[in-house]
């Protein structure tokens, strides 16, 4: 038990590192050094909160002691915070790895297509997998919901990596934005699988308290995504939108 809450305290802390600086790239100037600093912060946050919270999932599922034993759907138990806590920490760190390599290879997209990104996305996708299919028999739509919004997500990721002709100029702005809200957004529930139980037990299962970050994460994608095609066509043609 101590060890687990050791990784609790680090998954906390590299937690709010990332939880707070996601919002620095949000409300700054794209591309200016304070967005690429608060971006940078945000992502190795995220990095750290995702890979301990693989981490304790695999705690959850194979350590030696049974964890809140108040729980009785020992079932359950292990689908949330095992199979679905192990996916989300994979997509997180996914999400920020593609969302970074969106901007890194912008002019030589198809390195992406090497072994070294594949093999995250096909993390990403096996894994969610296993959370949809285990959500499906414990009966729980939302381990279901979030491993079909992280398949899609990386099909379309894919669909951009593999595409045969050149996306139109600032394709990958758009991909960069969407992978890092994704962050944000499995980021978000990750952590309140650590700490809802703790705050509120008897929600714990609520399927209303945990969409919460997808409706707040889909919610600026769509606001954003308005945004840039509104600014878009009150460009003239030929002339180049200053970043937002």
């Known amino acids: 038990m101590a060890l687990f809450e050791a990784l ?10 990332g939880l707070i600086a ?5 409300v700054t100037r794209k591309g200016a050094a304070n967005h690429r600093k608060w971006g940078k912060a945000a992502a190795y946050g995220f990095i750290g909160a ?44 996914g999400f920020v790895d593609y969302g970074l390599a969106v901007v890194r290879h912008a ?7 090497s072994v070294r990104y594949q ?6 996708m096996i894994s969610g997998a296993w959370c949809g299919y285990y959500g499906f028999e414990v009966g729980h739509p939302l381990m279901v919901l979030v491993a079909f919004i992280g398949i899609v997500a990386m099909a379309i990721q894919q669909a951009y990596i593999w ?41 714990v299962f609520n399927p209303a308290i945990w969409a919460g970050p997808s409706v707040v994460g889909v919610g600026l994608i ?13 460009t003239p043609s030929g002339v180049r939108p200053h970043p937002q």
């Open 163 to 203: 595409r045969q002709s050149d996306p139109p100029r600032g394709t990958h702005i758009g991909e960069h934005f969407r992978a890092l809200i994704g962050m944000g957004i499995s980021a978000y529930t990750a952590f309140m699988s650590v700490g809802l139980i703790r705050l509120v037990p008897e929600h």
């Open 107 to 113: 002019r030589e997209r198809r390195a992406m297509r």
């Open 22 to 26: 996601f919002w620095g790239p949000i």
């Open 222 to 234: 769509i606001y954003f995504t308005l945004k840039r095609k509104r600014t878009a066509s009150r």
């Open 8 to 17: 609790v305290i680090a998954h906390v802390a590299t937690g709010a590192l």
């Open 119 to 124: 093999a995250v996305i096909a993390a990403v």
């Open 50 to 93: 995702g890979g301990l919270a693989i981490v304790m999932a695999l705690l959850s599922l194979y350590g030696p002691e049974q964890r809140h034993p108040e729980i009785t759907d020992r079932a359950l138990f292990d689908g949330l915070f095992g199979w679905m806590m192990l996916y989300l920490g994979i997509l997180t760190i």
